[in-house]
């Protein structure tokens, strides 16, 4: 049996159905709440999710996290607080979901003897590269409270291996991207504005670049870290080592949607200046080396699939394009 936590969420939901398709029994860890909704687990077949054991709590309360740990073989740990905007808001809630919901996870996972557990991380704790391509050994620089949160879960993770031998890795997608993206997100953010017939695409700083990864390529490589023993204790990189700019990523989508749309600046998008990450470019040798991953999909692949996607209108009316997500 594997529990995937943040099994409702965009990269956690294409986890579990990749899973299944490989023949795992799954444990689903969703967010409860009082209307009983499964986050995008819903949207996929109901043959699919009759085979899918759902499990609803909430990763701060400890008691639950252990009821959905017992008789678990492995973990894949995605459950999280990502909005960086929101963290500026409510830094607390980052520091409850996510390093206290990840000691909950680990301290679950020793005490039942879990064979495997994989803690996902984020390319933000880099913060801007100092060098690149951007390795596991690149140090950390908080700058956001999002990403000190994710540096603290990082580091209790690993203080349990080191501790207790607790067989641990920490995973780090840079910046996944397709289908069941949140709209907090740029690329979401881009194609809802466009399909809804906006022209003037608002956006805040358009010269960071990012290392976009298509999300089934990251899921492919969560599955294949999880088969290599090799990397319990590493830290590990998942990127496409390239970069793109929000600007030109931007003007890709409009060319490829509504070449008359033009980008107009919008402050309130704007992160503070300290705070911005303004290049993310990710080496995945360390991936490539212990494991058999390739990237599939092309950057105008994954968009177009992505763009498809979000043209279908059940899909599309469930984001709020004239509305800054943070």
Known sequence: MILVTGADGFIGSHLVERLMDEGHKVRAFVCYNSFNTWG???????????????????????????????????IYHL???????????????????????????????????????????????????????????????????????????????????????????????????GPRQSARAVIPTIITQLLNGIEQIKLGDTTPTRDLLFVKDTV?????????????????????????SVGNLAQTLIDAINPKAQIVPDNQRLRPAKSEVFRLFGSNEKLKKYTPWQQKYSLKQGLSETIEWFKNPQNLKQYKADIYNV
Do not use: M
Request: hydrophobic share 35%; glycine share 6%; aromatic share 10%.
């Open 40 to 74: 995008w687990l819903d949207s996929i077949s109901k043959e699919k999710l009759n085979e899918i054991e759902i499990f609803s709590g909430d990763i701060r309360d400890a008691n639950g996290v252990r009821t959905a740990v017992k008789g678990v073989d492995s």
């Open 220 to 244: 492919s490589a969560f599955i294949e870290i999880a088969k290599c023993n090799q990397l319990v204790g590493h830290e590990v990189n998942i990127a496409t080592q390239s970069e793109i």
């Open 79 to 177: 459950a999280a607080l990502i909005a960086i905007p929101y963290s500026y808001h409510s830094p607390d809630s980052y520091i409850d979901t996510n390093v206290k919901g990840t000691l909950n996870v680990l301290q679950a996972a020793r005490d039942y003897g879990v064979k495997r557990i994989l803690v996902t991380s984020t390319s933000e704790v880099y913060g801007t590269a100092q060098f690149v391509p951007i390795t596991e050994l690149h140090p950390k620089q908080p700058q956001s409270p999002y990403s000190a949160s994710k540096i603290g879960a990082d580091s209790i993770a690993e203080s349990f291996f080191r501790s207790f031998e607790t067989p641990v890795t920490i995973v780090r997608p840079f910046n996944t991207y």
